[in-house]
């Protein structure tokens, strides 16, 4: 597959295009592929939700999102008068059978004004309760049959645990091929995260130290300074556990952890990751408290501004017991990782916003240094920084200068927006090339949802009878509760 060609003709049905993921993500990025000139010259998008909207309405408030959210800033009325005629909007019922008669007539007549066969790509940014109506009503049209054109896009949570993922994929698989389901975790489009592979497999030079006999640790962590904002309402049946670690957290590790591709094979990048998941130790219910830290935050200060707990948020339970911090110590059961502890942790209302992962190798084998010289010694490490800051930073010692012999820890850094002034592209440009594309390579197959269920089904469970008692157990604005940064 060439992933410089443009895709052929698309069009694109958005369910829940009225929605939030839509107005701020999916069209900002879909506006930003066209200003990149990614667009093929015949695309049209069809939004669909329960509001009542004309064409006209769509595109205004289409617009309204654009000039928001969209990292080229303002739509340009040039730009925006042409990608305009490339949207429209049907208020439709998930539930009706006149919804996906709508869709197929929609197709034809396309197919027929731009004479010839089109992408059908169905992306449903809704709930996952509309996810089984809308795969059974697109099969039972006949939408779903055609493997090449039809491609169905999942976004996360997909699913509450491993027994309703489980049951997810069976309705997804009895009606689309596992080829034509593209199940999204947006962390993998960010570009700081697929630099993960280049810098892994594209230098010789860390490669033959990426193992236990040099690396002590590794920890993964994304820190975020906001709060739930208004997503109150599924944050609390979901938690931090379910929200970032399954998904975002596992993959990054997946990534880190992975073996050598033999190539750039989607299912073989797959496979490498899937291997890694299977091979993560399972942790035992009754031990789950050796493994795993979880808070909720209070009252606190963020930047300097007031902010309130958890529990006082919109749509929360004012007793809910749900954690807004988790973090779990995970270990790789196979040669290249024996030993080696992985720390995954993210949380709300931190005391920063950022994402990033930390190699920690081990000290030197024999110290020959003086120990006047080397008062302050560290190993050396590895960051990645992911986001907001988009670096790469090894750590190692260095001569101080003078007349003595000193050695100070010092930096060596990649930045991101000094090596490249291009502007980079928002994780769902990238995502939904991939798709126009029939890309699979960065979205999540089947087994690897269910096997990423797999490693946090004893937290879950065990979390789930031990109800915490010392919630809220962290000021918002800080790193977390006491003892999150121990293990
Ligand atoms: C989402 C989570 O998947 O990722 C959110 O549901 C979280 O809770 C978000 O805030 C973080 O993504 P990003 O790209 O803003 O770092």
């Known amino acids: 597959m060439d ?35 990614w667009l093929p010259e015949n695309f049209m998008v069809l939004g669909l939700d329960i509001k009542n909207m004309t064409d006209a309405k769509f595109q205004q408030h289409v617009h309204e999102g654009i000039d928001k959210f969209s990292r080229s800033g303002k739509a340009k ?14 208020k439709g019922d998930f539930n ?24 059908r790509i169905f992306y449903m940014a809704v709930s996952p309760s509309f996810i089984e109506t809308i795969v059974t009503n697109l099969g039972a049209v006949g939408l779903a049959a055609d493997k090449a054109l039809s491609r169905i896009v999942a976004e996360k ?42 810098f892994r497999f594209a230098n010789a030079l860390f490669e033959p130290t990426w193992n236990r006999n040099y690396i002590d640790h590794i920890q993964i962590t994304v820190a975020e300074q906001l709060g739930v904002e208004n997503r109150g309402g599924y944050f609390d049946h979901a938690g931090a556990l379910r929200d970032m ?6 993959q990054l590790l997946c990534l880190i952890a992975m073996e050598p591709p033999v190539s750039f094979n989607a299912d073989e990048i797959r496979n490498r990751k899937t291997d890694v998941l299977h091979a993560i130790r399972k942790i035992e219910q009754h031990e789950v408290y050796k493994h795993a ?66 190699i920690q190798f081990k000290p030197v084998p024999h110290q020959s240094f003086p120990a006047e010289a080397t008062g302050n010694w560290q190993p050396n490490s590895i960051t990645l920084n992911i986001q907001p800051r988009m670096t790469i930073t090894l750590s190692f010692q260095a001569k101080r200068p003078g007349l003595q012999m000193l050695l100070n820890p010092v930096d060596m850094l990649f930045d991101y927006d000094e090596s490249y002034k291009t502007g980079t592209p928002e994780a769902y440009e990238t995502l939904l090339l991939d798709v126009m594309q029939g890309d699979t390579t960065l979205f999540m197959r089947a087994d690897q949802v269910e096997a990423a269920w797999d490693v946090i089904m004893p937290v879950i ?11 809220p157990n962290y000021p918002a604005g800080m790193q977390g509760p006491e003892g999150s940064d121990i293990f």
């Open 3 to 37: 992933s410089t060609a443009k895709p052929t003709q698309t069009l694109i049905i958005i369910f829940g295009a009225g929605g939030d993921l839509a107005w701020r993500k999916l069209l900002p990025a879909i506006y930003n592929l066209y200003l990149d000139n």
């Open 77 to 90: 009325k040039k730009d925006w008068a042409i990608f305009e005629k490339s949207l429209m909007y049907k």
């Open 96 to 119: 009706a059978a006149t919804t996906y008669n709508f869709i197929n007539q929609q197709v034809n007549l396309l197919e027929k004004r731009w004479a010839g066969v089109c992408n």
């Open 157 to 198: 949570p997909f699913g509450h645990d491993l027994e309703s993922a489980k049951h997810l994929n069976t309705i997804l698989c009895h009606t689309f091929d596992e080829s034509q389901i593209y199940r999204i975790d947006h962390f993998l489009g960010k570009e700081t995260v697929q630099n993960i592979l280049a």
């Open 245 to 250: 670690i399954q998904n975002h957290l596992l």
């Open 293 to 358: 830290i979880r808070g909720q935050y209070n009252a606190g200060w963020v930047e300097g501004k007031k902010v309130k707990a958890y529990r006082d948020e919109p749509g929360v339970d004012i007793n809910s017991k749900t954690e807004t911090f988790a973090s779990m110590k995970l270990f790789i059961d196979n040669w290249r990782w024996q030993g080696v502890p992985f720390y995954v942790r993210s949380g709300k209302r931190m005391n920063e916003t950022r994402s990033y992962i930390t």
């Open 461 to 471: 469970n065990a979390w789930a009878i031990d109800t915490p008692v010392n919630f």
